[in-house]
C-alpha cells in the first residue's frame, strides 16, 4: 500500500473537551481504555473530563463532573471492572434528565464524549447526540444559557467502545472484556476438570450470556466440552436422547469426566428456557450420573484484564479520541471496534440496528439467521465446535486410504497440543488416518511414528507444553531417513506445527523435493512460538499465553515497586530477536520503556530515559518499569542498562532487575490460543484434504507445485495460506524475524501513553465503515 503516512500531529486538541464515561455492566479493561482517553487527550492538549457514576452522574453534574491529569490514571490498567463507576440511569431516559445532563456539560464547554458500554449505553448517547441542539434552544429559553452558548457548543460528538464481556455487539470481533471473562471461565473450568476427574463427575457449568451464547461457545471449544446449550443454536428435537447418548458413550470409552456448558439465556427450539438444574436433572435421571452444577456468576465480571484486554482497550482509547477531534456534524456517531487486527470505525447505530436483528431473529425462531448475523468469527467457532465435539460412528466415515502425519518442531509453545488435537480429530472426520510424530523430525527420522485415534487426544486443548515432544532440529541432516519412513508409513501430507524452525523445516523439504519424491506431498506449516517471529501471520500459537505470564509478573513488580517507592524495574523478555513481546508486554504493562532490536538506540536514547525517569519521580508516581528483549543490543545488555540506571539514578530512584526467563514458555494455555490453535488447525487440515484430492493421481499423490506447501497465517482481518517459497522474500534469516511486521505500528502508542513525544503514524485508521453483512461462504474462508 503505497500511501503517504498521515500523522496526528496536524490534528490538535486545542480548546477542545472531552468527556469519558462507563456506563451499563462493567467490564474488564474499560480503565484500559478510560486511561488511554485520558492520556491521549491530554497528549493532544485537550482538556479531559471524567464522569463518574456514567449517565447518573451527568445528570447530578457537581463533582461528578471533574478535569482530570495525567496521573489521574495511574496505576488503573491492571485493576478490573471501571474506577469510574458505572451506574444504571433512570433520569436520563427522559427528557429532563437530558436537558439536566447538556446544561452541566455546556456548563465545562465538554462538547465531545466518549462513551464506553453496551448496546443499550451506546444508543442513549446517540439520542443525546440527535437531541443535543434542541436541548441547547430549551436551555436558553429558560434563560439557562445565553445565545452565545448555543452557537459556540451547536455539535456534541460521539465515539462509542463497546464494554461488554458477553462479545454481544455486531459490527466488533472482540468487545472489550471477553477475553479476561474468558480467562476467568477457563480458569474454573480447569480446576473443575481435576476434581471431576478424581470422582467420574459430571458438571454443568452456567456461564454469562443472556442474549448471546459467545462464552458459552468459546469456552466448550477452548476445554473441549461434551456438549453446550447457546440461544443463538437451540438442540434440535429429542437433544436430551442424543446428549444422553455422547454422554455414555464418552464413559464406555473410558472418559472419566462429562463437561456441559449452558449459556444463562439458553432456549430450546421452542423458546423454552434449558437451564443448569433441568440438564442436571436430566443426566441424573436417565444415567444415574454424579452431577454438580456450578454457576460462574459475577466472578466473570471480576478479576484482572487479560493481556488482550489492555492492548484492545488502549488502541481503542487512542483511536476514539482520533475520531472525535477528526469528527465534523456531519460524521454520524461511530463506535472505534476491532475487525480481525485491525481497529475500525463504524457508524453507531448499524451496529445496534444489527445487534437487535439477532435478538428478533431469535425471537422469531429464525435460528440460522441468528447465527449469521452475529458474524463470521461467531459463526466459524460454532463449526468447529460442531466438527470436534461429535465423533460420528465409524460406519458413516468416508475412507480415503490417506495417512497424514503430524508434528511439533521448535521450542514449545502453550496451544500446540490444542492444534494438535484438532487436526487429529479433523482429520478422522475428514476419513484419513492420522499419524503422530514424536520428537519432531529427529523423531520422525528414528521411526518414531504411530498411528493415533479420536480418544488419544482428548483432554489436550488445556494442556501446556508440547505432548508429542518437541526437537529445534532440522530435517536436512536427516532428509534420506525422513524420506524412509515416509515411504514405509506410507504418508502422503505433513502438518508441521511449530515456530521458526517448523517454517525453516518446510522450506528444506520443499527445496529436497527433486531429489526426493516422498516429500511430493501437500505440506502445511502451522505457526506456534511464543516469539511471535514466524513471517507470514501477524499472530503466533503461544504468544498470547507467554504475554500474559509477562503481564502478570510486570503487575507484582509494580506493586512491589509502588510499596518501596521511588524504584525501578529492568525486565529482560524472551523472543529471540523479535521484539513482540517486550513491546506488546510493555503496552499491556505501563511499562516507560522497551528496548527491542527492531528500533535500534544508543546511548543518548538511554540517557533520555533515565531523565525522563527522574522527572516521573518528581510525580505522584514513583516507580518505573522497563522492558527490554534479550537480543535487542550485544552491548547494551540488562546488566549494562541495569548499572547505568543505577549510576545516572543516584540519589534520585534504586535500580532491580528481573530476568523471566522460561516462564514465559510453561503454563496453561490462554482461552486466545486454545481458540486460535484449534481454529487454524481445524482449517488446514482441510486445506490437505483439498490437496490431497487434488494431487492424487494413477493411485498415489503427487504435489510438486509451490503452493503445495503452505504456511497458515491470520493477515490482518484473514487467514491465508501462503506459499513457504514466497515468504522466503519477506524473511531475515539472521536475525529469524519478518522483514515487516505490523505491530511497529503499536510502538509510539506505549510511548504517548507513558508520556513521551513521538509522531504516530495514523494512515491506517480514520475511514468510516459499515456494517458488513458477509455470505456463508465468506464465514469458510474468512475471520478467526
Known amino acids: 500500500m503505497d500511501h503517504q503516512p498521515k500523522f496526528f500531529e496536524n490534528l490538535s486538541g486545542t480548546g477542545k473537551a472531552i468527556g469519558v464515561l462507563t456506563s451499563g455492566g462493567d467490564a474488564q479493561g474499560m480503565n484500559a481504555a478510560v486511561r488511554a482517553v485520558v492520556r491521549m487527550g491530554i497528549y493532544v492538549k485537550a482538556k479531559v473530563y471524567f464522569v463518574y457514576e456514567g449517565y447518573q452522574g451527568m445528570v447530578d453534574g457537581g463533582d461528578n463532573i471533574v478535569e482530570v491529569s495525567w496521573e ?30 447538556a446544561y452541566n456539560l455546556v456548563q465545562r464547554g465538554i462538547t465531545n464524549l466518549c462513551v464506553i458500554g453496551g448496546d443499550g449505553s451506546l444508543t442513549g448517547a446517540n439520542l443525546f447526540r440527535e437531541e443535543w441542539s434542541g436541548l441547547l434552544e430549551e436551555l436558553a429559553q429558560k434563560g439557562k444559557i445565553d445565545e452565545e452558548a448555543v452557537k459556540k457548543y451547536a455539535y456534541l460528538n460521539i465515539v462509542g ?113 434449558i437451564t443448569s438444574e433441568k440438564v442436571k436433572d436430566l443426566v441424573v435421571q436417565r444415567l444415574g450420573f454424579d452431577t454438580r452444577v456450578t454457576i460462574l456468576g459475577h466472578v466473570q465480571r471480576g478479576g484482572t484484564p487479560s493481556a488482550f484486554d489492555r492492548i484492545l482497550a488502549s488502541r481503542m482509547g487512542v483511536e476514539a479520541v482520533l475520531a472525535l477531534l477528526e469528527a465534523t456534524p456531519d460524521t454520524p456517531a461511530c463506535v472505534v471496534s476491532l475487525s480481525g487486527n485491525q481497529a475500525v470505525r463504524l457508524p453507531l447505530m448499524e451496529c445496534v440496528q444489527m445487534t437487535q436483528e439477532v435478538q428478533k431473529a431469535m425471537d422469531e ?242 540517557q533520555a530515559n533515565v531523565e525522563h525517569l527522574t522527572e516521573k519521580m518528581k510525580t505522584s508516581i514513583q516507580r518505573g518499569l522497563v522492558l527490554r528483549n534479550e537480543n535487542c543490543n550485544e552491548n547494551y545488555t540488562t546488566d549494562f542498562i541495569y548499572q547505568l540506571y543505577s549510576e545516572e539514578g543516584k540519589g534520585v530512584f534504586d535500580c532491580r532487575k528481573n530476568v523471566l526467563g522460561h516462564m514465559q514458555q510453561g503454563g496453561a494455555p490462554s482461552p486466545f490460543d486454545r481458540n486460535f490453535g484449534t481454529k487454524i488447525s481445524a482449517k488446514a487440515m482441510q486445506w490437505i484434504s483439498k490437496k490431497l484430492k487434488e ?60 508520556k513521551y513525544k513521538t509522531s504516530y503514524d495514523v494512515s491506517d485508521s480514520g475511514q468510516l465503515e459499515h456494517v458488513a453483512m458477509h455470505s456463508p461462504k465468506e464465514a469458510e474462508t474468512g475471520a478467526i
Request: glycine letters at 8%; a neutral charge; proline letters at 3%.
Open 72 to 101: 489521574s490514571v495511574s496505576s488503573i490498567l491492571q485493576v478490573g471492572g471501571t474506577v469510574i463507576g458505572s451506574a444504571r440511569c433512570k433520569s436520563f431516559r427522559t427528557r429532563e434528565g437530558r436537558l439536566q445532563a
Open 161 to 273: 467502545m463497546v464494554g461488554s464481556i458477553d462479545n454481544d455487539f455486531c459490527g466488533t470481533d472482540m468487545t472489550i472484556g471477553t477475553d479476561s471473562a474468558l480467562h476467568r471461565i477457563i480458569e474454573v473450568v480447569d480446576a473443575i476438570m481435576t476434581t471431576a476427574q478424581s470422582h467420574q463427575r459430571t458438571f454443568v457449568l452456567e456461564v454469562m450470556g443472556r442474549h448471546c451464547g459467545y462464552l458459552a461457545l468459546v469456552s466448550a471449544l477452548a476445554c473441549g466440552a461434551d456438549w453446550v446449550f447457546i440461544p443463538e443454536y437451540p438442540p434440535e428435537e429429542g437433544w436430551e436422547d442424543s446428549m444422553c447418548v455422547k454422554l455414555s458413550e464418552n464413559r464406555a470409552r473410558k472418559k472419566r469426566l462429562n463437561i456441559i456448558i449452558v449459556a444463562e439465556g439458553a432456549i430450546d427450539c421452542h423458546n423454552k428456557p
Open 365 to 606: 425462531g429464525r435460528f440460522v439467521e441468528a447465527v449469521r448475523l452475529r458474524g463470521r468469527s461467531f459463526e466459524n467457532n460454532l463449526n468447529t465446535y460442531k466438527l470436534l465435539s461429535h465423533k460420528k460412528p465409524d460406519a458413516e466415515l468416508p475412507k480415503t486410504n490417506f495417512n497424514v502425519a503430524v508434528l511439533n518442531v521448535g521450542a514449545p509453545a502453550a496451544g500446540m497440543n490444542a492444534a494438535v488435537r484438532a487436526a487429529v480429530r479433523v482429520g478422522i472426520t475428514e476419513g484419513h488416518k492420522m499419524f503422530a510424530v514424536i520428537d519432531g523430525f529427529e523423531g520422525f527420522a528414528r521411526g518414531k511414528i504411530k498411528e493415533i485415534s479420536w480418544g488419544d487426544v482428548g483432554g489436550w486443548t488445556g494442556q501446556g507444553g508440547s505432548i508429542l515432544g518437541t526437537k529445534r532440529t532440522l530435517p536436512a541432516k536427516y532428509l534420506e531417513k525422513i524420506a524412509d519412513q515416509m515411504r514405509t508409513n506410507n504418508i502422503n501430507a505433513l502438518m508441521v506445527i511449530g515456530g521458526f524452525e517448523a517454517y525453516e523445516s518446510c522450506l528444506q523439504l520443499h527445496e529436497a523435493r527433486s531429489c526426493f519424491e516422498e516429500f511430493c506431498v501437500p505440506i502445511c506449516v502451522l505457526p506456534a512460538t511464543i516469539s511471535n517471529n514466524v513471517p507470514g501471520t501477524d499472530f503466533s500459537i503461544g504468544a498470547d499465553t507467554a504475554l500474559n505470564a509477562i503481564v502478570e509478573t510486570c503487575d507484582r513488580i509494580k506493586q512491589s515497586a509502588s510499596g518501596t517507592k521511588r524504584r525501578v524495574f529492568i525486565i529482560e523478555t524472551m523472543g529471540g530477536y523479535c521484539g513482540y513481546l517486550a513491546n506488546m508486554g510493555a503496552l499491556a504493562a505501563g511499562a516507560d520503556a522497551a528496548y527491542i532490536f527492531e528500533e535500534q538506540f544508543d546511548i543518548r536514547e538511554l
Open 695 to 754: 494431487t492424487y493421481r494413477k493411485g498415489k499423490v503427487f504435489a510438486n507445485t509451490d503452493d503445495s506447501v503452505c504456511l497458515l497465517g491470520m493477515r490482518r482481518r484473514n487467514l491465508v495460506f501462503q506459499p513457504v517459497a514466497e515468504l522466503k522474500n519477506e524473511t531475515d534469516f539472521v536475525h529469524r524475524i519478518p522483514m515487516e511486521q505490523w505491530w511497529l505500528k503499536l510502538r509510539p502508542l506505549m510511548k504517548i501513553l507513558a
